[in-house]
């Protein structure tokens, strides 16, 4: 996972296709279990082009990169629609989470 992420930053899938800008960390305040899809951070990525959200599990940022500054995710858009990135976490809905605002 990337240890540094700025606000506006952008997130691209693991095809080449960007999925918008990060605004948010959102921290999960209770029971962290990644083999129940149970992850300890998501970043909201606002995608400018369509008015949708996401909101992308941390693990799945694999690196920043150099000549760009892109924010490159292991998985595919199509990978992230079938996760359903598009909605927002329950423990997020349900109060259970710590918002991190990003350095710009």
Do not use: C
Request: proline residues 4%; glycine residues 4%.
């Amino acid at each position: 996972m990337v240890t540094e992420i700025r606000k506006k930053d952008e997130v691209w899938t693991a095809d080449d296709q960007k999925l918008g800008q990060a605004q948010l960390l959102f921290h999960r305040t209770g029971e962290v279990n990644p083999a129940l899809l149970l992850f300890a951070t998501y970043l909201e990525v606002e995608d400018f082009d369509y008015g949708e959200n996401f909101y992308v599990p941390t693990d799945f940022i694999v690196e920043r990169q150099v000549d760009t500054g892109r924010l490159m995710l292991s998985k595919k858009r199509d990978e992230a629609m079938q996760l359903t990135w598009s909605r927002m976490p329950d423990f997020v809905l349900q109060g259970q989470a710590r918002t991190e605002e990003l350095p710009e």
